[in-house]
């Protein structure tokens, strides 16, 4: 099993960056998606998820209305845009599958928000 996040980088307050996971190694579309993010001295928490087929999301209220979760099952991919994004938003951004054989996550990818 492989996911291999992308897109992360630095940008301004108020600016947007649109995040990729391709998995690899397991049956996508029988997987939940999530993305979770880990700052400096804080616990990873849960940003968003995503169900089998992406026809459900479900966010932190953190993130609501800014962020969205798609799956895309036929690259294998799933994607979480980011708009207006804060300082506090800063973070390093993971990937992670929930399938059948366990739990898996990627490396992560860092986003810092600042002027």
């Known amino acids: 099993v492989q996911l291999v996040e992308s897109g992360g980088g630095l940008v301004q307050p108020g600016g947007s960056l649109r995040l990729s996971c391709a998995a690899s190694g397991f049956t996508f579309s029988s997987a939940y998606m999530s993305w979770h993010r880990q700052a400096p001295g804080k616990e990873r928490e849960l940003v968003a998820i995503i169900n089998r087929v992406g026809g459900y999301t479900n966010y932190a209220d953190f993130v609501r209305g800014r962020f969205t979760m798609s799956k895309d099952n036929a690259k294998n991919t799933v994607y979480l845009q980011m708009n207006s994004l804060k300082p506090e938003d800063t973070a390093r951004y993971y990937c992670?599958?929930?399938?059948?054989?366990?739990?898996?996550w990627g490396q992560g990818t860092q986003v810092t928000v600042s002027s």
């Open positions: 992670n599958a929930q399938y059948a054989t366990g739990d898996y």
